[in-house]
């Protein structure tokens, strides 16, 4: 099992060795259970139904398309939460995105 820290709350002192099975529950994470960003969270609402990338970014009230891209579409893809509807083709102009089962899991959450 992983465990995800984040660093912002911790001190670290390189002259110890850091045990992160004695930290506190709210600092440290397991990677099993997937982390839904306010962002990605929105455009899994966005998703309701196979839709274009510019269809998703007017939903979601964004312009810019790699600001788009990087915060909200990668990561949603990458943890499995939406994909789309011509694998093959990730650069089609005709692409569109709609939610997996895992998505439809985590807004029901």
């Given at each position: 099992m992983q465990i995800i820290v984040k660093l912002k709350d911790v001190i670290i002192d390189p002259a110890k060795p850091v045990d992160l099975t004695t930290m506190p529950a709210e600092k440290a994470t397991s990677d099993t259970t997937p982390q839904v960003t306010p962002q990605v969270e929105r455009l899994l609402l966005a998703c309701?139904?196979?839709s274009l990338r510019t269809e998703l970014q007017t939903a979601l009230a964004l312009s810019?398309?790699?600001h788009f891209r990087?915060?909200?579409?990668d990561p949603a893809l990458n943890a499995g939460l939406i994909e789309r509807t011509i694998p093959a083709k990730p650069n089609s102009r005709l692409q569109k995105y709609r939610?997996?089962?895992?998505?439809?899991?985590a807004i029901k959450k």
């Open positions: 309701a139904k196979p810019d398309r790699k990087t915060q909200h579409l939610l997996t089962a895992k998505g439809r899991a």
